[in-house]
Every structure is written in C-alpha cells, then in structure tokens.
C-alpha cells in the first residue's frame, strides 16, 4: 500500500512540475536509503542527468511564471510531464518490497499507467486554472500560481517518500481544488456566451 502511495504522490507531483519529482527521487537515492531505485533506472541517480533536469527546471521555473509563455509551456508539459509521472512511479516500485506486496512488482507496467494517468489528470487541472488565475488577475496571479505549483510539488515528493499516508490527504485536497477549478472555468465560460450574445 505505501509504495503505491508514494507512486501517486511522485505522480501527482509530476503533473506540477515534471522536474522536481525526477530531481528529488535521483538525489534522495544518491544521498539517503530513502530511495532504492529498482534495476534499469540507475540512470535517474546519475549526476549528468541529474544536472540536465536541474537545467531544464530552471527554464520552467522561469517560464511558467510569465502570463501567456506559461500557456504554452503548458501545452508543451502535456507530454513530459505525464511521461516523468509514470517515471517516477515505477522508479519508487521497489519500495513494494519493503511493504511485503509482490503484485506491482509482477505487473510493473501498472506502475506506468497509474503514473501516468495520474500526473496528466493533474496536469490537464493545471492547464485549466492557469488562463482563469491570469485573466481574473490580469496577470499577476501567473508567478503567485507557479511558485504554488512549484512549492506544492517539492511538498509533496518529500511527503511522498518520507510519510506516504499523508498523499491521501493531498489527493483530498486536490480533489476538492479541482472541484473548484471546474465550477470557476465553468462561470467564466458561462460570462463569456451571455457577453456574446448581448447585442
């Protein structure tokens, strides 16, 4: 049960911000025995690889916290960040060892989908509440949301690997984030049609 949590909240994490999860899994596994990466990803503890995505989260730290460019970067993350969701929820598989479970190590693929569907369902909420943060803000909601998105991520990995029950209650809160998300989008579309059609 616990590595399947961690899997989610690495996940859930990835859906923010594909880097962080990748960058703390990589790191935690080199400096700690929090993290024992399962065979054929010792890639994700190599240090190259490891300044590559320190690179590449350093241009979505800047990126996405500019109105407009954030869009884009966003349409761009429909695929990474998926991709680092599934990454890091089959990278953390071997702490199915350590909670005596042998089915997701038998069905590792699981693993990949479950990753994978679960940080781009967050990264579809994402890409959805970030035109209605900038435009209810005129703008200046875009680096408040980032640094949000980008401190929930770091939180969450952290939680995830070191107090995996507690990503039940960050999937709660998400949940419930993105009941909001849909009911405001919905508003704004809603303001939209009847300004349309008033002559």
Do not use: C
């Amino acid at each position: 049960m616990f590595s399947a949590l961690t899997g989610l909240g690495l996940s859930t994490a990835a859906g923010l911000n594909a880097y962080i999860p990748l960058l703390v899994v990589g790191v935690l596994s080199n400096i700690t025995d929090a993290v024992k990466l399962p065979d054929g990803y010792d890639w994700l503890s190599n240090w190259g690889v490891l300044g590559v995505l320190a690179l590449l989260l350093t241009a979505e730290f800047v990126l996405d916290k500019v109105p407009a460019v954030d869009t884009v970067n966003d349409v761009i993350q429909t695929a990474i960040r998926p991709a680092s969701g599934g990454v890091v929820f089959s990278a953390t598989s071997a702490a199915a060892e350590l909670d005596n479970s042998t089915w997701m190590a038998e069905n590792p693929w699981i693993g990949w989908v479950l990753g994978i569907v679960m940080a781009l369902a967050v990264h579809l909420l994402k890409t959805a509440a970030r035109p209605v943060v900038n435009t209810t803000t005129a703008g200046t909601g875009a680096p408040v949301a980032s640094v949000a998105e980008d401190s929930g991520a770091l939180g969450l990995s952290l939680v995830a690997i070191f107090a995996p029950i507690l990503v039940v209650l960050a999937l709660i809160l998400l949940a419930l984030i993105a009941w909001w998300v849909i009911k405001r989008v919905r508003r704004l579309r809603a303001r939209r049609r009847s300004r349309l059609a008033s002559p």
